[in-house]
């Protein structure tokens, strides 16, 4: 059946982002706010009671709506929940009102998100992609019978829960790491343990950017080829979107990684400069120009470097050093090595990366069990939705 078949309306999002910032109001929602299954209310945006009682005529959002984004990052969907406070909409996200006698709203639901390649890849535009209701309302589902539906919702969201709680035990065990740092060490620039002061300069022996070369097309460079999406927020590698690059033999030592590297991304959005990373591995990769490569003399380890700047006084800090330009902010060689750091005793280094090491432990052990349930929740949206 069509989605214009198995729907009562269709609609988006009746407003256009508010002129001015407000805090007060009616709630407004974007894209941003819509992810798989969950809906955020962080940074909302407010409309005036004239925009709001002006604009709001044709959307109406009730418990049981299935809301779908579709600019920006096209094709997340999420079912409105009857706890979530009052929200109206940009015209970013359209609202799917299914007829409860022939569709259940997670299954819906499920159902886009297995149609999420589909939808993404009929986006259109330039700046910003996006796909026009009309095409929304054309998107074929299968429809079994209810009973069938609720089977089907009750397994997926038995998995989806497992997953949930894998994601927070990693949370917690990355929470519990950086609280036995600030415990260990205290915070900066309160220094409260009185620990010797310096600047990232007088703890280096080199910093170098990555190489500023485009990546091979497809897989064909020669070697691996490391970016900023290799480094999560709170301070992992991740290989799992790598892409390749071709360097001259000249140029590899000064833009490839080693063991103990630190990795410093120096350029993003404002929000994520400053994502740091030991290099744990020991396959030759090569570094992207958007990193800067730290090596470390005796006076600190690069686990303590790493947890120092991921740290939420150190994210603080480094939001408030960055500098913007078109969409970007950057933090430069310079401004990184003028960083001020404490240095605690080696001794007491050493006891943190010990601890460390046993909570890496046991996140390798959360995320296989995380992965492994992925992997089931994959293979069922594959056998019910294709």
Not at 27 to 45: G, H, V, Y
Not at 197 to 207: Q, W
Request: charged share 30%.
């Amino acid at each position: 059946m069509k989605i214009k078949d198995i729907c009562e309306a269709v609609t988006d999002g009746s407003h256009n982002p508010p002129q001015g910032i407000s805090s007060s109001g009616y709630m407004m929602l974007s894209s941003k706010n819509i992810f798989d299954d969950e809906i955020t209310f962080e940074e909302p945006r407010y409309l005036s009671e004239d925009d709001f009682l002006r604009e709001n005529k044709r959307t109406k959002i009730s418990e049981g709506d299935v809301l779908l984004t579709i600019v920006g990052t096209v094709g997340r969907t999420a079912v409105v929940d009857g706890d979530m406070p009052s929200f109206t909409l940009q015209r970013s996200v359209a609202v799917l009102h299914p007829k409860r006698n022939i569709c259940i709203s997670r299954f819906l639901m499920y159902a886009l998100r297995g149609k999420h390649r589909f939808i993404e890849n009929r986006a259109k535009g330039v700046a910003q992609k996006g796909i026009y209701l009309g095409e929304v309302s054309e998107i074929d589902i299968s429809i079994p019978d209810i009973n069938e539906q609720k089977v089907i919702v009750e397994k997926l969201d038995k998995i989806c829960d497992i997953i949930k709680l894998r994601k927070q035990e990693l949370t917690n065990l990355d929470e519990l790491m950086k609280a036995r740092f600030v415990e260990m060490f205290g915070t900066y620039p309160a220094n409260e343990k009185r620990w010797n002061v310096g600047t990232i300069r007088d703890v280096v022996t080199e910093v170098r950017y990555g190489s500023s070369r485009k990546a091979a097309e497809g897989m064909q460079g020669q070697y691996l080829y490391l970016r900023m999406n290799n480094i999560t927020y709170s301070g992992e590698l991740v290989l799992n979107d790598i892409k390749t690059i071709d360097v001259p033999e000249k140029e590899l030592l000064k833009c490839s990684v080693q063991r103990g590297d630190v990795l410093f991304n120096r350029t993003n959005s404002k929000e994520l400069v400053g994502k740091t990373c030991v290099y744990n591995r020991d396959e030759m990769m090569v570094l992207a120009g958007f990193i800067i490569r730290v090596r470390v003399n005796e006076k600190i380890l690069p686990e303590i470097l790493s947890t120092f700047l991921n740290t939420d006084f150190s994210k603080k800090m480094l939001y408030g050093m960055c500098k913007s330009a078109i969409g970007q902010a950057n933090i430069n060689a310079q401004e990184f090595q003028n960083i001020e750091i404490y240095i605690p005793d080696m001794k007491s280094q050493e006891q943190f990366v010990e601890f460390k090491k046993q909570i890496d432990k046991s996140k390798v052990a959360v995320q296989k069990a995380l992965d492994e349930t992925q992997l089931l929740f994959d293979s069922l949206m594959q056998e019910y939705f294709g």
